[in-house]
């Protein structure tokens, strides 16, 4: 598993926008042993890995989820939060193991 976020996304390649965001997640439901992240620690995730986050965030949770690869989880302060699901995590174990 690599040591930071930017190494992660690195050894994952370009993917598109639903991809990123569940390699992000993924790392840092890993990294950090947490259960589920808010919209807003995913924008914090996006300026740590320093790439671009999407214009329209609600729209790629929601195409990830609709692909099983983000579930909802609990609350916390009010705002749901989000997680990779297993089908998510096993996919960006297997980008990380993918040849560039």
Do not use: C, H
């Not at 040591?3 to 993917?15: K, M, N």
């Not at 996006?46 to 195409?63: C, F, G, H, M």
């Not at 989000?82 to 089908?87: E, K, M, S």
């Amino acid at each position: 598993m690599p040591e930071t976020l930017v190494e992660a996304l690195a050894g994952v390649g370009q993917r598109p926008q639903t991809e990123i965001l569940v390699a992000l997640l993924a790392y840092r439901m890993r990294a950090a042993g947490v259960d589920g992240l808010t919209s807003t620690d995913i924008v914090d995730l996006y300026r740590e890995a320093r790439v671009p986050r999407p214009q329209n965030l609600s729209d790629t949770i929601a195409k990830a989820t609709r692909r099983g690869l983000v579930a909802s989880g609990q609350l916390r302060g009010g705002q749901r939060t989000w997680r990779a699901t297993a089908l998510g995590v096993r996919a960006f174990e297997s980008w990380l193991s993918a040849p560039p």
